[in-house]
Nanobody
């Protein structure tokens, strides 16, 4: 059974960094694209980053380019999202998901985790 579990969220101050992890199981990671998405209260879910599960090609949303970085540890079946220079507007519930194409369109992802909350506040 395919499963994705996020961890690493928390409360940080503006300008600080955070690393989120997405633990995958029940799927062959290098056969999938893993995306990170976020949803703030009252807002639509937004695509943040995507990576080929075998590593290599990445896509980033415009609002996080240059600040966030996605990576894969295939040996551990983990996908990371490094969040740097965090801003209050980055506050959201962050989700990882598995899909078959490289995209930030959430409708094209098949399996989702439950999310981890990131709050950026002074």
């Amino acid at each position: 059974q395919e499963q994705l579990v996020e961890s690493g969220g928390g409360l940080v101050q503006p300008g600080e960094s955070l690393t989120l992890s997405c633990a995958t199981s029940g799927l062959t990671l290098d056969h999938w694209y893993i995306g990170w998405f976020r949803q703030a209260p009252g807002k639509e879910r937004e695509g943040v980053a995507c990576i080929n599960g075998g590593g290599g090609s990445t896509i980033y949303g415009d609002s996080v380019k240059g600040r966030f970085s996605i990576s894969v540890d295939g040996a551990k079946n983990l996908v990371y999202l490094q969040l740097n220079s965090l801003k209050p507007e980055d506050t959201a519930n962050y989700f990882c998901a598995a899909g078959e194409v490289a995209t930030l369109r959430e409708s094209l992802y098949d399996f989702w985790g439950q999310g981890t909350q990131v709050t950026v506040s002074s």
